[in-house]
């Protein structure tokens, strides 16, 4: 019987009578079971996600749950009513995992009165994969050997963050990130994401500092996050928090410099690194991230730009790619050697000149599903 199987218990509003709208499965039903409903489809490998919206007119249908490999899934009866659909989840690449559509609050929604740049509100991001862990050097330097041996031209060959391949590469500045992640693309048979041109006919291989760069971002290739992508992925589901898993932070939690004298949600020791760790030392974020506060900082695709800026993700809508021109680049996550304010998940750096590459800055990729 259907009620037997193994279900996942979430807290979804279904009235008795409501509408439901399911995409893409057939033979879908829903049975009731005491003060709660079954929802259950065809058994199959197939992974899928059940989404919902208020209004049909609407397309921005949000994440309800994601429902594993399992055919049957329990919600409540209980209202607002709603409409819900279940859709295949696309496979995620290896090294990589799924940051969930939806809407969050942007910014420095904790009020924290020396983040003057970050206004909260309220933005909608289509799913994405990101990678786990920060390029490390070791995945640099294979596809920076395949990039210059392709043709590939890059101001700054990267340097390695410790004595390891497993430490974030450093030194790169945005164009040559931008450029690698084609090359990162190309060399695994994806379209790349960038352009020279409006048309995307040539891509972006060589250049730097008065390169104009254009993103395709229906490509499914590699790329760097949206600012407002890395804000939803750093926050990791966590909804009004100073940092990925809470409102304080420890030295155990990040790779920061820490100071317990200096802010009041530094918890310290005062520990004040040299240098960068192999990245995935720290637990992971909500989402199965590692690093999204600490080590090194992570170049994003926006131009910084004050939140009132036509563009600016600070404005709210969906999926905002950031002002149209600009010379800095947005750089968030903080680094070894920022103390705990720079580790917050609103706080951005003014400064990322994209053609800066210093031994704090690091990055890692997306891609659109």
Not at 102 to 130: E, L, R
Not at 341 to 347: D, H, I, M, N, P
Request: aromatic letters at 14%; charged letters at 10%; proline letters at 6%.
């Amino acid at each position: 019987m259907k009620t037997k199987l193994h279900s996942l218990f979430v807290g979804l509003a279904l009235i008795a009578g409501v509408q439901c709208a399911f995409a893409q499965v057939t033979n879908l039903g829903i049975l009731p079971a005491g003060g709660q409903s079954i929802i259950y489809w065809p058994a199959s490998s197939t992974t899928y996600v059940l989404q919902t919206v208020t209004n049909l007119s609407s397309t921005n249908w949000a994440t309800a749950r994601t429902a594993f490999a399992v055919n049957a899934m329990v919600v409540t009866n209980a209202a607002p009513t709603g409409f819900y659909r279940l859709v295949p989840m696309a496979s995620t690449p290896a090294g990589m995992v799924l940051i969930p559509a939806g809407w969050f609050t942007i910014g420095n929604s904790i009020g924290d009165p020396d983040i003057t740049d970050a206004n909260p509100t309220n933005v909608y991001v289509s799913a994405f994969v990101m990678d786990v862990n920060l390029v490390n050097y070791g995945l640099w330097t294979n596809v920076y050997a395949y990039a210059t041996s392709q043709g590939y031209n890059f101001v700054n060959a990267g340097a390695n963050g410790g004595t390891g391949t497993n430490y974030p590469v450093e030194t790169v500045d945005w164009f040559d990130c931008v450029k690698w992640c084609n090359a990162r693309s190309q060399q695994a048979g994806l379209t790349p994401c960038y352009y020279t041109d409006t048309g995307f006919t040539q891509v972006f291989t060589n250049g730097d500092s008065g390169t104009t760069v254009y993103a395709n971002w229906s490509a499914n290739g590699y790329r760097l996050p949206t600012e407002a992508e890395w804000e939803k992925a750093a926050r990791g589901g966590g909804i009004g928090l100073r940092f990925p898993w809470g409102n304080l932070i420890h030295a155990n939690q990040a790779q920061y410099y820490g100071c317990a004298s200096c802010e009041s949600y530094d918890l310290g020791p005062n520990i004040h690194p040299t240098g960068p760790s192999p990245v995935g030392s720290f637990d992971v974020n909500g989402y199965g991230l590692y690093d999204m506060a600490g080590n090194v900082m992570e170049w994003c695709w926006d131009c910084y730009a004050p939140p009132y800026v036509p563009g600016s993700p600070y404005l709210g809508g969906t999926n905002p790619t950031g002002v149209a021109v600009g010379s800095q680049r947005v750089i968030r996550g903080g680094c070894w050697c920022a103390d705990a304010s720079g580790e917050r998940c609103a706080f951005r750096v003014s400064h990322g000149y994209a053609v800066n590459a210093l031994d704090q800055i690091g990055f890692r990729c997306v891609r659109g599903l």
